[in-house]
């Protein structure tokens, strides 16, 4: 079946580096999302992999190994705004366009 | 530019009530969708639209409704609302498809008794 896992929460201190996993069983591959979501607001893109590797964003990179079916985001330089829940999604099959699965999200609590 | 706007933000139905959640956005994007997200869930899809005339089901279809007679508006109608609908329901929209950068709204929070 198709399915998204990842922990449902961590803790990290504020200036740490912080990494969160995600792994992935879809029929296919077609790229995979991050997204985050302060609590009570909408959720609002971060990345988007297609390729295996690491891509960096400023203070936040993204890894993907698609024959391990694996991803991470990596938080460095943690600030007290990074507390929020991060999720992961893909689409479930290769061809689908419309259609993502999602994790039920990882929150991460960031301590001063 | 308002992005994607939804309304309510929040709502308390009872049992058996019918109501319906606008969704509207400015983007002009061809694809919208409407999730609900429940605690300890990812999010479920419960119905997209890839243009205006044209919609799908998703996940968790049932018990709801939508149309989509304009580009920018996508309203989801709850036809006899029941406890278990009780979540947060976001749109959201992007340029084609699930697979481009998604906008969301900023949800309804609904409460059925």
């Known amino acids: 079946g198709q399915n998204i896992d990842q922990p449902t929460e961590m803790t990290a201190t504020e200036g740490a580096i912080v990494q969160i996993n995600c792994t992935y069983q879809?029929?296919?591959?077609?790229?995979l999302f991050w997204y985050q979501q302060h609590a009570g607001e909408a959720p609002t893109f971060l990345s988007y992999?297609?390729l295996d590797g690491l891509e960096e964003k400023g203070r936040f990179s993204s890894f993907l190994s698609r024959s391990k079916g694996y991803s991470y985001l990596l938080l460095k330089e943690l600030q007290m705004k990074d507390s929020a829940s991060y999720l992961c999604a893909a689409p479930p099959t290769l061809d689908s366009n419309y259609q993502l699965i999602w994790g039920a999200g990882t929150k991460l609590i960031i301590k001063p | 530019n308002a992005g994607v706007t939804q309304t309510p933000k929040f709502q308390v139905l009872k049992t058996g009530q019918s109501m319906t959640l606008q969704c509207a956005q400015d983007m002009n994007h061809e694809y919208m969708s409407w999730y609900r997200q429940d605690p300890g869930m990812g999010l479920r899809l419960i119905h997209y639209?890839?243009?205006?005339?044209?919609?799908d089901q998703g996940e968790v279809p049932n018990g709801y409704n939508v149309s989509r007679s304009t580009t920018e508006d996508f309203p989801l109608r709850l036809l006899s609302a029941a406890p278990s609908q009780t979540s947060v329901y976001f749109c959201?929209?992007?340029?084609?498809?699930?697979?481009?950068?998604?906008?969301f709204g900023p949800g309804t929070r609904l409460t059925v008794l």
């Open positions: 879809t029929s296919g591959f077609n790229g």
């Open positions: 992999n297609v």
């Open positions: 959201a929209s992007s340029l084609s498809g699930s697979t481009d950068t998604q906008y």
């Open positions: 639209s890839v243009g205006a005339g044209i919609t």
